[in-house]
């Protein structure tokens, strides 16, 4: 069975709203790319239809209005058509305009954003990439590489709107989110054409691979002044006695009664990690304090099991 095609109509376009959940957002009538569309329906007239609603709100179109308001037209072709169950405006957004390329980028991106929120606050479930590929019929990468966009700084999201940076490297930008400056580099080459997209993977790879060794590096020069703090507290501290094999067996020796597990706790927290070194495995492996605690444990263990 043929689904029937929508009646088209003759409408003023100055009687059409924009819809308040429009994802393009305010469109600017004396903008350039208005313009040049104004001139084009002068020329050719408004070709594909305006989708709007009962109430005359516009659901896909909002460019073509704007710019045939701009142009002077007195009517325009307009198509009824209303949101069917759960359907968002940002559906037949996308659907109408994917389809003829209508959309920057960014403008696909902030709508799939929506349906993914809207979706998860009627369902209030987490909506993976996979669901808004199936709802959507998009492929899972063009839904990835859109909403990675939004995690980009706002000066790059344009250069995406004005297509001057290929789509998919956003997925690639985004893997330096933690240093703000080289994305803001990465995405002036690749503007400027200093760098091609398909060699961006490995450029990134390589650039985070020097700044994470730069940080650990950095992270060593940042802890040495505390370890310096920690040796010269130990070399100048007179107060505190010599510590040796023998005095302290020595103090065993002439010690009467035991010693508690708890008191034992206590000069453990007290003194272990005093190296600055807190859980590092290679630093408490090669200390004998850990495998003297240890020791003492086991042998208490085995006393209590001797008792029964």
Avoid at 136 to 154: C, D, E, Q, W
Avoid at 195 to 212: E, F, G, P
Wanted: one cysteine or more; hydrophobic letters at 35%.
């Amino acid at each position: 069975m043929q689904t029937e095609t929508p009646k088209q109509i003759l409408r003023d376009p100055r009687d059409l709203k924009p819809h308040r959940d429009n994802p393009r957002g305010v469109i600017d009538p004396e903008s350039e790319e208005i313009t040049r569309l104004a001139d084009d329906i002068l020329k050719n007239g408004v070709i594909q239809p305006i989708v709007v609603n009962s109430k005359n709100e516009v659901l896909a179109g909002h460019r073509r209005r704007v710019a045939a308001i701009r142009a002077g037209l007195p009517e325009v072709p307009v198509v009824y058509r209303e949101l069917t169950g759960s359907q968002f405006i940002e559906e037949i957004f996308l659907s109408e305009n994917m389809q003829r390329q209508d959309l920057s980028p960014l403008e696909e991106a902030r709508a799939i954003d929506a349906v993914a929120k809207k979706w998860e606050k009627q369902s209030k479930k987490t909506v993976t990439v996979a669901d808004l590929s199936r709802r959507l019929h998009i492929p899972k990468g063009t839904v990835t590489s859109r909403l990675a966009i939004l995690k980009l700084p706002t000066r790059i999201q344009h250069f995406f709107h004005i297509w001057e940076i290929p789509v998919n490297s956003a997925t690639q930008l985004i893997r330096l989110l933690e240093w703000p400056d080289e994305v803001e580099k990465f995405a002036d080459r690749l503007v400027t054409r200093q760098i091609a997209a398909k060699s961006l993977d490995a450029l990134i790879t390589r650039r985070m691979h020097d700044l994470q060794r730069q940080d650990d590096n950095q992270k060593t020069i940042d802890r040495q002044p505390k370890l310096e703090r920690i040796q010269k507290q130990y070399v100048t501290n007179h107060h505190t006695p010599v510590v040796t094999r023998e005095t302290v067996l020595d103090s065993l020796s002439k010690r009467r009664g035991s010693i508690s597990l708890h008191n034992l706790q206590v000069v453990l927290d007290s003194t272990c990690c005093s190296c600055g070194m807190i859980g590092n495995q290679s630093v408490c492996l090669s200390c004998p304090l850990p495998k003297f605690i240890n020791g003492v444990l086991g042998r208490a263990d085995a006393e209590d099991r001797n008792e029964f």
